[in-house]
């Protein structure tokens, strides 16, 4: 293949979650002799960033790739992210993707495309970036990755294994990403990474201090966490959480609140000390948020009813709740007792619907004015989040996308606020 004096147009395709979403901006970022494009029909190159934390998550980057050979002028195609360690030698040998190359090479993408012939790079799990992110192509907020890695092992997850154990980013790197996008206009920042709360752990600091040392740089308004333990929560953070550079919305992952399938999962939080934790940041003013995973294997009637009867008792406002999907590689994935695809079904609508009404009462009670990033403009109406990380439309004549407002009346309805600014 030949390259022409006209740079040749890379389209990224991004699959999964906002640590996935971050790497694409540091490929972005090292794409020196491409032009990027939002049209993926006009790319000469596609490069995905793969997901890999079920197995229909592989089964949908495999649909993505053979999607884009029905296009009219099929481009190449290019394999990254954590499927690489999974799916990736299999679809290279297949030939269903041109090359492939691991999340450490992700900052020598430039080189890699230039490459005439194929190449398998899958790279090694102890990398850590140095690429400092000046722009976010398409995003009103900046999501700074932390850290890499999970020393964790729950028994249904695969991502240690393709990311690696927990290592943190130079806090001197973190700050100058900061300094340098809040120069550029960002105000709102959330800090992500595969288990953000480990963050400084073999460097002899902690998320706490960081946050302290983030929250000096000027322009920086707000800051959100990507999912975070429940005993990473620890005394020096919660001398933090009354900040008001600190976003009301924490999302602590819990995965279950019955006591056997926490311990059937092999998680390290317990049922009780999470309500305590729970009951204290509410009375912060957090609005909380929760992973949930539904139908595992081992989860029974009786085990599921103890779930919702203790779910019922947390000041929970948010869900990210999804039923078990097997994960070859993973202990569950060899679990009996599995539970049926329609019962997981029922039970994950359960489980949704008494969150969507507890997050409901919750914006029906707030009495706090909502400080609010305006995202967008759609369908005559302004989109942002406010500090709750709730949702709210907006009415206004003037032109607000990018405006941080301050909203004292609002209309609670059931999916989201609405508001009128003048």
């Known amino acids: 293949m ?16 906002r640590t996935n979403l971050f790497d694409t901006q540091v490929m972005m970022s090292n794409l020196k002799d491409f032009e990027v494009t939002q049209n993926e029909k006009e790319a000469d190159i596609v490069v995905i960033n793969s997901c ?53 090479q992700k900052e020598h993408i430039n080189e890699l495309l230039q ?16 690429t400092i992110v000046e722009e976010f192509v398409g995003k009103s907020r900046a999501f700074i990755k932390i850290q890499e890695g999970c020393d964790f092992r729950c028994s249904y997850c695969i991502i240690p294994y393709v990311r690696g154990d927990a290592r943190s980013y130079k806090e001197s790197n973190i700050l100058e990403q900061i300094e340098t996008l809040a120069s550029n206009g960002f105000g709102e920042f959330i800090l992500t990474g595969t288990n953000v709360g480990s963050y400084g752990k073999k460097q002899h600091t902690s998320l706490a201090k960081l946050l302290k040392k983030i929250s000096q740089i000027k322009g920086v308004r707000r800051v959100r966490l990507g999912s975070i333990e429940p005993i ?8 933090i959480i009354d ?10 992952a819990l995965q279950h609140t019955s006591k056997k399938m926490l311990e059937i999962m092999n998680r390290r939080n317990k049922v009780l000390s999470d309500l305590e934790l729970f009951e204290f940041l509410k009375e912060k003013g957090y609005a909380l948020g929760t992973d949930f995973i539904v139908g595992h294997p081992g989860e029974t009637d009786e085990l599921w009813r103890e779930a919702m009867e203790n779910l019922q008792r947390f000041p929970l406002t948010h869900i990210h709740a999804f039923t078990y999907s097997k994960r070859d590689g993973t202990p569950s994935a060899t679990m009996k007792d599995i539970v049926k695809g329609d019962v997981a079904k029922l039970r994950y609508n359960e489980l949704v619907g008494i969150i969507d ?63 009128e600014f003048k």
């Not at 900040?243 to 602590?252: G, N, R, S, T, W």
Request: charged share 30%.
């Open 2 to 17: 030949q390259f022409s004096t006209t740079k040749q147009k890379v389209f990224f395709k991004t699959f999964g979650c």
């Open 357 to 419: 009404e507890k997050n409901y009462n919750f914006r029906k009670n707030n009495k706090e004015s909502l400080n609010i990033l305006i995202e967008s403009y759609k369908d005559g109406v302004y989109v942002g989040l406010d500090q709750h990380f709730n949702h709210i439309e907006v009415k206004s004549s003037a032109d607000l996308v990018g405006d941080w407002i301050t909203i004292e009346k609002y209309e609670a309805k059931r999916d989201k606020n609405v508001a």
């Open 52 to 104: 890999t934390v079920t197995n229909s998550a592989d089964s949908t980057a495999r649909g993505y790739i053979n999607s884009l050979n029905r296009f009219e002028k099929p481009p190449r195609v290019i394999f990254t992210g954590c499927g690489v360690w999974t799916k990736g030698e299999n679809l290279f040998k297949e030939n269903k993707i041109d090359s492939l190359f691991g999340h450490s």
């Open 115 to 130: 490459q005439n012939e194929r190449f398998f790079d899958a790279g090694d799990l102890t990398h850590i970036d140095e």
């Open 232 to 239: 990473q929560i620890d005394d020096e953070f919660k001398e």
């Open 243 to 252: 900040e008001p550079f600190m976003a009301k919305h924490l999302h602590i």
